[in-house]
């Protein structure tokens, strides 16, 4: 099942098929990066160039992080599974509990430092009822810290001081727990965002399914199990 939140409260509730009809959420056109200057470029170290780590007593190369991970990867497979797993089908089986959450009347400019601290690209907005009304995006904001271009300090500041309230994508499409993963990344897909809350029908925020917690999903071991067996009913 999947919803469309605002701040008036929710605005659509059915089928993932029907979302992108909703004419604010059709296709979400990502502003671009709130930043009166671009950044500049920065130098690349060719591959070739890089000198690999060495331990500090014999002067071997130090196995790389993922050497290290192929060793003990090969070893539990020696020790077996501690228990059955089994297929990744639905929302809740790959999706981030207790996500954090942003306050729709926090600055910009702070909203992003904390994001960067927390390094986190993406924040649900809740309102003091607890519900879901926005959703902010690091990419789509700019700190005070960021140089602005000649002439545009007064714009740079007047940007980064704005509330969140402003900026947030709203509104925004939820999905429930219950929803079959290949339904969500289909939504995905249609709106160009890079996850989506998870809600009840209420809006109240139950976590967080993302691009990356997809890509995880079919990675793992088992695998997410998207076109096994018949076609998940609609949810």
């Known amino acids: ?82 228990e059955p797993r089994q297929p990744l089908t639905r929302v809740s089986d790959v999706m981030t509990h207790m996500p954090l ?32 009304i926005g959703l902010l995006l690091r990419a789509d904001m700019a700190p005070l810290d960021l140089l602005p271009a000649p002439g545009a300090i007064r714009e740079a500041i007047a940007l980064a001081r704005r509330p969140v309230s402003q900026v947030m994508i709203s509104p925004v499409p939820t999905v429930s727990a219950d929803t079959a993963l290949r339904r969500v990344a289909r939504v995905l897909l249609d709106t160009d965002l890079p996850g989506l809350p998870v809600t009840d029908a209420d809006g109240r925020l139950q976590g967080f399914v993302s691009r990356n917690d997809i890509l995880h999903a079919v990675a793992a071991e088992p695998p997410l199990d998207l076109w096994s067996g018949p076609a998940p009913a609609q949810a």
């Open 1 to 82: 099942m999947f919803f469309v939140f605002g701040p008036m409260g929710q605005m659509y509730r059915g089928g993932g098929d029907r979302l992108t009809q909703v004419a604010a959420v059709r296709r979400v056109q990502r502003p671009q990066a709130l930043r009166t200057r671009a950044p500049a470029p920065q130098a690349e170290t060719p591959a070739h160039t890089q000198i690999p780590a060495r331990d500090a007593r014999s002067g071997v190369p130090a196995p790389s992080m993922q050497a290290l991970q192929a060793v003990s990867a090969y070893a539990q497979t020696e020790l077996g599974p501690a």
């Open 101 to 132: 959450t942003m306050a729709p009347d926090i600055l910009v400019n702070d909203a992003w430092q904390r994001m960067a601290d927390l390094d986190v690209a993406q924040m649900p907005v809740v309102s003091d009822a607890g519900r879901v």
